[in-house]
């Protein structure tokens, strides 16, 4: 079948339409005329494969990557990047719209400086083909594990190292995990900050060789290294942590702040786009006496913001994470910002009624606010919030039930995972109460609001404009000499011109004084002294 891509879905897919149905097609990109067999129908929707490419779009490139199609994970990669930017406008604007309601003002998207080698940091499973490991990924929604050459959006160092420890493990010949046994490696994960890495080793029953240990410590940057010891089958990736070798924590600088970070705490993925998002969080921040930050992770937003409020509390659900949190705040001299580990909706709910809380910043994972966080939030009197988001579904439906007692005052999205289909926000809510919007031209109706008088005003008898040369009175100009009640200025074609200091011979002009002459000036005389000063 040929058909049209109408528009781009939330996924990074293209969306045409058949027999009044949406048809949801990978790799397909709006205005393209493709041909497409239909794979499956889910009743409200159908989901189609391309088969031929008739038209192409000006947007499409060709993507970098040749696994991108089966790994899934850059979805994007084959879209050029001013496109993608505005994809992620659009379908911010229209979930907003959806499920909020909400058509009001959101701010062109903060880019990526980077839109390649981005990524600080990386959790790849194991496989293990002809007797050698390799790193890699599930294709989506599937079982099949597709090998990992190499990934265009991991920094380059970390890239690098990690091509390197697989070429270590696979002389050591190390084996992938059995399940039956306990015992082999599972996943790598690396993280990679100011040109320093950090590795650690997610493995079964078994120790670390020290020859192993000792070959990977000599790769350039490498400066921690980690196990974890997990049999379970859950998908939390990590398990019993042991430190091997190096420094325990890793150190991050950004801008004026310093941040240490334990192995299990999370950070942003993009460390140069957190911090804009870090700033933008900062600059819509009001002065508050008391402010929360929900969801705080290792505190890297509050220490931002902690000159903006006498008072910052984190509350975060993982212990490690918040002995992370005021080690930092220790760094960095924060003395009026703490932490605690507790469920954000109940740690708010005593909060609000213990102190007076007026500012509350929201960073929740991509499910977003709980219902317990969002009726703590409409009952308590919290004037301004800031909430941070990665998912606009998760945000329209929490603002879609927040706007009962907040506005929404503006929006600002940013590129932080560039070749994917994921937009980061910030949205600024002030409280009905509390808002007081900029008064513009078109409030003339407001009885409280006197805009600026204007020309057209003649009509209004309470109103005097100033003279106009259509008045009675026009002002004088030069031209109206005739007129015997005007004297203008004298100009130097007048019948007395201007005196000036070559006319000295002339008996009747008496120049102004000089140092040079022979008489002392009166205002230095002793006789009469100066006046200003009170003599």
Known sequence: MKTTIKKWGINGEGIAFHEGKPVFIENAIPEE???????????????GEMTRLVEQSTKRRYPLCPIWKEC?????????????????????????IKYADYN??????????????????????????????????????????????????????????RQAVLKIMNEHHLKMYDDKK??????????????????????????????????????????????????????????DMRFIWGEEKMHLQLEDIQLSLLPRSFFQLNTKQSVNLYNVVKDWMPRSKTTVEAYSGIGAI??????????????????????????????????????ICED????????????DVDTLIVDPPRSGLDDTMKETILKSKIKTMIYVSCNPATLAKDLGV???????????????????????????????????????????KDHDYKPRRRFDDKKDGDFKQR??????KPRRRFDDRKDGDFKPRRRFDDDKPRRRFDDRKDGEYKPRRRFDDDRKPKRFSDDKPNRRYGK
Not at 201 to 222: A, S, Y
């Open 467 to 472: 003279r106009r040369f259509d008045g009675d």
């Open 104 to 161: 009001g003002r959101i701010l062109p998207i903060i880019k990526n400086p980077e839109p390649l080698s981005y990524r600080n940091s990386c959790k790849l499973p194991f496989g293990e083909e002809y007797g050698e490991l390799y790193t890699g990924m599930y294709e989506r929604d599937t079982n099949h594990f597709q090998k990992m050459e190499r990934c265009y959006v991991h920094s380059k160092l970390l890239e690098q190292t």
């Open 402 to 444: 927040l706007k009962k007692e907040y506005r929404i005052v503006k929006i600002q999205p940013l590129d932080m995972f560039s070749q994917t289909p994921h937009v980061e926000s910030v949205t600024l809510l002030v409280r009905n109460d509390d808002y007081r919007p900029r008064r513009r031209f078109d409030d003339r």
């Open 302 to 339: 509050s220490l931002f913001v902690k000159d903006k409020a006498q008072e910052i509390i984190g509350v975060e659900s993982i212990q490690d994470a918040v002995d992370n949190a005021n080690e930092n705040a220790m760094l960095n001299g924060a003395d009026n910002v703490s932490f």
């Open 182 to 239: 306990k015992t082999g490696y599972r996943t790598l994960v690396m993280k990679e900050f100011d040109s320093k890495i950090q590795i650690i080793f997610v493995t079964g029953k078994e120790d670390l060789t020290e020859e192993f240990i000792q070959d990977v410590t000599q790769l350039e940057g490498v400066v921690s290294i980690w196990q974890s010891v997990k049999t379970e089958t859950k998908r939390e990736v990590f398990g």
């Open 33 to 47: 005329v493709i041909e497409f067999d239909i794979k499956s129908d889910e009743n409200t929707y159908l989901v």
């Open 72 to 96: 899934g994970g850059c979805a994007l990669m084959h879209v050029k990047y001013p496109a993608q930017c505005k994809m992620k406008e659009g379908n911010l604007k229209e979930t907003l």
């Open 344 to 355: 954000a909706g109940s740690a708010l709910a005593h909060l609000v009624q213990e102190k």
